[in-house]
């Protein structure tokens, strides 16, 4: 059993940065790939970013295409989430998420969906101000 915690939300002005972490317990987090989804009032929750196991393949939604990066530190067990030019429309709560997988490249639509993935966080709101 993983648990998993996020931090690093609030609040930031358009254009801004913000770094998330995830921090998890409970199991080997080198055995799992991870991935941050969001969901803003009213919508669905979306897939943000995923990373493969050993942090060798990432998967970005076009949305945050070259404005965010995720990564992870396996000795450290916690995955990142280093958010650049925020907008407005990034606006909404930030989960991260964990599924037990070896799989080396996961630039897939399978890791898209939340329904693939076992383990979540509680989430941390990200308000962007314009």
């Known amino acids: 059993q993983v648990q998993l915690v996020e931090s690093g939300g609030g609040l930031v002005q358009a254009g801004g940065s913000l770094r998330l972490s995830c921090a998890a317990s409970?199991?080997?987090?080198?055995?799992?790939?991870m991935g941050w989804f969001r969901q803003a009032p009213g919508k669905e929750r979306e897939f943000v970013a995923g990373?493969?196991?050993?942090?060798?393949?990432?998967y970005y939604a076009d949305s945050v295409q070259g404005r965010f990066t995720i990564s992870r530190d396996n000795a450290k067990n916690t995955v990142y989430l280093q958010m650049k030019s925020l907008k407005p429309e990034d606006t909404a709560v930030y989960y991260c998420?964990?599924?037990?997988?070896?799989?080396?490249?996961?630039?897939?639509?399978?890791?898209?969906?939340?329904?693939?993935?076992?383990?979540w966080g509680q989430g941390t709101q990200v308000t962007v101000s314009s």
């Open positions: 998420a964990a599924r037990y997988d070896f799989t080396t490249d996961i630039r897939t639509t399978y890791y898209t969906r939340p329904t693939t993935y076992e383990y």
């Open positions: 409970g199991g080997t987090f080198s055995s799992y790939a």
């Open positions: 990373i493969n196991w050993s942090g060798a393949y990432t």
